[in-house]
């Protein structure tokens, strides 16, 4: 893989999220070298980790409207669907 290739936040399909700056920016995967290594400028770090700070600011202030049970309900349905590795027996 090209290590000057340059990381743009890809299009999103949806409104996204915003927050009082305006959209936040989504990022697609890193890039990694022949060996594994991510490649990342201090620039695009710093990019990626303003916007992660931005949505979780964002996603704190969102109401929590789930209707009453689906916690229990998601829980129960993944186990169903992995009984020979149950993570939430116990939970609901």
């Not at 697609?28 to 949505?55: F, K, N, T, Y």
């Not at 202030?61 to 789930?66: F, R």
Request: charged share 35%.
């Amino acid at each position: 893989m090209s290590t000057n290739a340059k990381a743009e936040p890809f299009e999103v399909f949806y409104d996204g999220l915003r927050d009082e700056q305006g959209l936040i920016p989504a990022f697609g995967p890193v890039r990694l070298d022949d060996e594994g290594h991510i490649i990342m400028s201090e620039e695009e770090s710093r990019a990626r980790a303003e916007a992660a700070v931005r949505v979780l600011k964002v996603i704190g202030k969102l109401p929590d409207d789930d209707p009453p049970g689906i916690e229990e309900e998601f829980m129960r349905s993944f186990d169903e669907h992995h009984p020979h590795r149950p993570q939430f027996k116990g939970y609901y």
